[in-house]
């Protein structure tokens, strides 16, 4: 069963907004990470938060990470048309546990 | 440096015949790790590696799938026979170990359809 689970499932924006994404998940964690998958292709890890970090910046991602509340958010800056993807938060136990992913689409 | 490969990208079969999936990790990477993905959904685990050992295969359905790596390598997973309900894509993944708690390095895994 997967832990993680994303929200939105889906999420719109135009160019040069921002985009949130939100994971919650349900037992204790190491670390917990960010993937993106173009369409076709593999998973490319973004960044890394571990349990006991609060927040962490990586270019134009911003993640936040709330242990109390068993929750992360992926804020995108100014976003691009190659934003375009799907986003993953996985959960660091034994192994990596993935959510179903929030699938963005950045219009023109 | 080669990420890590991964052989045939796509790959059409008719249910009950066998089809096998190629996974060559990162140089130095002792952990590897098949996920199956369907569509919509997020990676899920297999199988995982530490070097040549299979340490955790609860998640790998053993009447029709098998997986190995000889010398703690290459992979390759196997079904027989194949199942309709098996079309996802397989991916493969490497780190340099199971206590890295880095992130994977995946590859771009194989489509696979069962028709």
């Known amino acids: 069963s997967q832990q993680g689970e994303e929200d939105p499932q889906a999420l719109s924006i135009q160019e040069g907004e921002n985009a949130t994404m939100n994971c919650s998940y349900k037992t204790s964690i190491n670390n917990l990470q960010w993937y993106r998958q173009n369409s076709g292709r593999g998973l490319v890890h973004l960044i890394l938060i571990r349990s006991n970090e609060r927040e962490k910046h990586s270019g134009r991602l911003r993640v936040t990470l709330d242990t109390s509340k068993k929750s992360s958010s992926l804020l995108i800056t100014a976003s691009r048309a190659a934003d375009t993807a799907s986003y993953f938060c996985a959960t660091r136990g034994q192994n990596f546990v993935f959510g179903p992913g929030t699938r963005l689409s950045v219009l023109p | 440096e080669a990420g890590v490969v991964q052989s045939p990208r796509y790959k059409i079969i008719e249910k009950k015949q066998p089809v096998a999936f190629w996974c060559n990790p990162i140089?130095?990477?002792?952990?590897l790790y098949w996920y199956r993905q369907n569509l919509g959904q997020g990676p899920e685990l297999l199988i995982r590696?530490?070097?040549?050992?299979?340490?955790?295969d609860s998640q790998l359905p053993k009447d029709r799938f098998s997986a190995e790596r000889l010398k703690g390598v290459d992979s390759t997973l196997k079904i027989q026979p194949a199942e309709l309900g098996d079309s996802a894509v397989y991916l493969c993944a490497s780190s340099l170990s199971s206590r890295d708690r880095g992130g994977y390095t995946f590859g771009s895994g194989t489509r696979l359809t069962v028709v």
């Open positions: 140089s130095g990477h002792n952990t």
């Open positions: 590696y530490e070097n040549e050992e299979a340490v955790d």
